[in-house]
C-alpha cells in the first residue's frame, strides 16, 4: 500500500498548469493539516510503504506542518519514515527549498525530494508563470544535499513553442551538470481554460509542432542515457538505484491510498477521487461527511486494458502470453522489441503508446 498526499496549495497558476489547486496569500497550514488527518482516519488504512507529497505545492507548507503529518502517519507505514528504507518524497519549488527548510524536511523523515525545475532559461521561466529563477535551481540542489538529502529528482518541461528560443540540449546540459539521481520529462500540453490555452486562442503564441516535440524527446533520451540515466518509464529516468518506488507503484498496478482534494484512491479493482476544491474537501471532512466525489469499479476489459497500456509505459514491458501470439505486426515497424520474454517499448515506440496500445488491443481481440 502506497500513500500520497496531495497539498493544492499554490501562490500563483503556472501557465500551462490545470490541476486541481488553490492560489492562497496565506497558507491554512493548521485547518489543512487537520482535516486531512481527520481524513486518514476516516480511511483507516495501515502498512503504507511510501508517502508522496504532491501539489499543488507542498514545499509551501511550513516544515512543522509536514513534521506533524509524518509524526501522525507513521504508525500507518511498514518502516521509521526517519530511515532510509522508506521513500517519503516532497514535491519543492526550488524558491522554498533553503538550507533550514531542507534540514527541517530531513529531520521530519522526507528523505526524497522532487524539485520542480522545468528549465534554465529565465525567459522561459517567465513565460511560465514560474516564481523562481534559473539560478535557483542550483542553490536548491546545493541546500538539499548539504541537508544529508541525496535522491533529487528535477522535472523539466519540453517542446515549447519556436518563439521562446528554447535551448533543450542546454537545458540537459545543465540539469546533469547537477547531479541528480532522477529525471521527469513532461511535453508541453496545451489544457483548456489554461493561460496557455487562452494566449493560442487569441493568437498571442502557438501551440508547440508535433515535430519538435518527437525530436526533442528522442534528443533526451540520447542525452540522458549518455550521461548515465535509464529510462525506465516513458517520462521518467534515473542512475541505478533511484527509480521511484512510489510512481513505479501506479505504474505495476499496486493499490494505493489518496489524501485531501482531488487525491485519488486504488485497491486493485475499484478507484475514487476526492472532492477537487479546497473548500468543498474542508467542508466535507469538517462536517463528518466522506470526501469522495465519486468511484469507478473497472471491469475485466478495463483492468486488461489498464494492465497492457501500465505494462508498455515501462521498460519491464508486456510478457508475452499465448493471448499475444501470433505477434502483432506491429513487432516489424521499430517500435516495440522482443526481450526477456516481453514487448518492450523503444524510444520511438513510447511516443506512439496510445496507438500501439490500440492496435495491440485490436489484433489479440481479432485473435479470438
Not at 91 to 108: G, I, L, M, Q
Not at 284 to 311: F, P
Request: charged content about 25%; some cysteine; proline content about 5%.
Amino acid at each position: 500500500m502506497h500513500l500520497y498526499v496531495h497539498v493544492p496549495f499554490c501562490q500563483r497558476r503556472c501557465s500551462y498548469c490545470d490541476f486541481s489547486i488553490a492560489v492562497r496569500k496565506r497558507i491554512p497550514v493548521r485547518e489543512y493539516v487537520d482535516v486531512v488527518l481527520q481524513e486518514a482516519g476516516q480511511v483507516g488504512q495501515a502498512g503504507f510503504e511510501t508517502i508522496y507529497f504532491g501539489g499543488g505545492t507542498p514545499s509551501l507548507l511550513p516544515p512543522a506542518g509536514i513534521a506533524t503529518l509524518l509524526e501522525k502517519l507513521r504508525p500507518r507505514t511498514t518502516h521509521d519514515v526517519r530511515r532510509t528504507v522508506a521513500e517519503v518524497t516532497l514535491e519543492a519549488n526550488p524558491e522554498d527549498v533553503t538550507p533550514e527548510n531542507a534540514k527541517a524536511w530531513r529531520a521530519a523523515g522526507v528523505n526524497r525530494v522532487s524539485l520542480g525545475a522545468q528549465s534554465f532559461d529565465d525567459a522561459v521561466l517567465k513565460w511560465m508563470h514560474r516564481s523562481h529563477d534559473a539560478a535557483r535551481i542550483g542553490a536548491a540542489v546545493h541546500a538539499l544535499r548539504g541537508a544529508g538529502i541525496e535522491n533529487i529528482s528535477l522535472d523539466l518541461i519540453f517542446a515549447l513553442p519556436d518563439e521562446l528560443g528554447r535551448d533543450w540540449e542546454r537545458d540537459l546540459d545543465m540539469a546533469l551538470a547537477l547531479r541528480p539521481t532522477h529525471l521527469s520529462l513532461y511535453g508541453l500540453t496545451v489544457e483548456p481554460r489554461t493561460p496557455l490555452d487562452r494566449w493560442i486562442s487569441r493568437g498571442a503564441t502557438q501551440a508547440p509542432a508535433d515535430e519538435r516535440y518527437a525530436e526533442e524527446y528522442l534528443a533526451a533520451h540520447s542525452w540522458l542515457t549518455a550521461g548515465g540515466f535509464s529510462f525506465y518509464e516513458v517520462s521518467n529516468a534515473a542512475r541505478e538505484g533511484y527509480r521511484s518506488r512510489h510512481n513505479s507503484a501506479y505504474w505495476s498496478g499496486k493499490p494505493y491510498v489518496g489524501l485531501g482534494p482531488a487525491a485519488h484512491s486504488f485497491d486493485g479493482r475499484t478507484r475514487r477521487w476526492n472532492l477537487r476544491a479546497w473548500e468543498a474537501y474542508r467542508r466535507a471532512i469538517a462536517e463528518g461527511r466522506s470526501a469522495v466525489e465519486s468511484e469507478e469499479r473497472l471491469t475485466e476489459e478495463q483492468r486488461e486494458l489498464e494492465r497492457v497500456y501500465l505494462a508498455l509505459r515501462t521498460d519491464e514491458g508486456l510478457p508475452i502470453t499465448a493471448r499475444y501470439r501470433p505477434l502483432p505486426p506491429i513487432t516489424a515497424q521499430g517500435w516495440v522489441e522482443v526481450r526477456d520474454g516481453s514487448l518492450k517499448c523503444t524510444p520511438e515506440g513510447w511516443l506512439r503508446l496510445d496507438s500501439l496500445v490500440n492496435e495491440l488491443t485490436m489484433h489479440t481481440e481479432s485473435q479470438r
